[in-house]
């Protein structure tokens, strides 16, 4: 087993793909904190990683305050001895369009995934470096962080966010031998399961039958085992070399995200006034960059039934 010894944190981590990165990471030998705001998730998460032969304990709180986050890593540090591996998985969604959204939905979604990816990593990252651990930190992102999605202004910004953190923290962390990465995970969850497009994926994996090539293949689209290998190995040693990136899997598909480059450069001396840019507009209105995800059209026989 790849993480024998070592001591991980998921936040997030009672149920759905937080469950399965910690249960991924105890069958790599990896001792677990789970994370939940609900009691008895947390205990059953326990249960499971323990029936299995792992070692686990529990944090019941909220993830977003400093306090949350340095009782996850006392934890930690008091059950098994220290800290070797942070995932930050934790999330909440309020999706509504931007002109219907409240203060309170944008800002919830914020303090969780933003602010609470921050605090732990910082926790995290604190304890790391004060005991020389050339530690591993793992963020969740999202495709919507990465291409826009309708109705997500605040899961959007958040997950947007995390990816640039880690851009900075790979960079501040070098070091100090730590790695920080975002996984842009694709699978069925409680929120791909309400859209139409992937009902036929999410009823087959929801029998325990295996999902359609289609959605595998075309769309990289999976279940929480299908994340949950990526997400021990870039915890691994194996990954020591890894670091800043922000990489997608779902499926059978596995996919390294650029880094943001320019589409066009042009120079004009003078620099660009109105009157110049309304002249040459057509450098901007020719490279206009797409947003949102484009899919390809479901295959007759993966279409949702009509009511």
């Not at 120079?267 to 899919?295: C, H, I, M, P």
Request: hydrophobic share 45%; with cysteine.
């Amino acid at each position: 087993m790849s993480l024998n010894g070592k001591v991980a944190i998921v936040t997030g981590s009672g149920r759905g793909l937080g469950l399965a990165y910690a249960q991924e990471l105890a069958r790599q030998g990896a001792s677990v904190v789970i994370n939940d705001v609900d009691a008895q998730t947390a205990a059953d998460a326990v249960a499971t990683i323990e029936a299995d032969g792992g070692k686990a304990v529990a944090v019941v709180a909220p993830v977003g305050s400093t306090e949350t986050a340095k009782q996850l890593v006392q934890t930690a540090v008091d059950s098994f001895g220290g800290l070797d591996i942070l995932v930050t998985n934790a999330g909440v969604l309020r999706d509504t369009v931007l002109w219907k959204m409240s203060d309170e939905d944008f800002d919830l979604v914020i303090n969780v995934h933003l602010r609470g990816t921050f605090t732990c990593v910082r926790e995290a990252a604190t304890y790391m470096r004060e005991n020389g651990v050339a530690g591993r930190i793992i963020t969740i992102g999202s495709p919507t962080g990465q291409r826009g999605n309708f109705g997500q202004t605040n899961y959007g910004a958040a997950k947007a966010g995390i990816v640039g953190m880690v851009r900075t923290w790979a960079l501040e962390l070098k070091k100090a031998g730590i790695t920080a990465n975002a996984v842009i995970p694709v699978a069925a969850t409680a929120m791909t399961a309400t859209v139409p497009y992937f009902a036929a994926a999410v009823e087959a994996d929801a029998k325990g039958e295996p999902m359609p090539e289609f959605f595998r293949k075309e769309i990289g689209f999976g279940n929480a085992s299908d994340v949950s290998g990526l997400i021990a190995f870039l915890a691994s040693d194996e990954a020591a070399a890894i670091t800043g990136q922000a990489i997608g899997v779902g499926g059978d598909r596995l996919q390294v995200w650029s880094h943001p480059e320019p589409a066009v450069t042009e120079y004009r001396d003078g620099g660009w006034t109105f009157d110049a840019l309304v002249e040459q507009s057509a450098l901007l209105t020719g490279n206009v960059q797409s947003v949102g995800e484009k899919f390809p059209a479901l295959p007759a026989e993966l279409q949702p039934a009509q009511a």
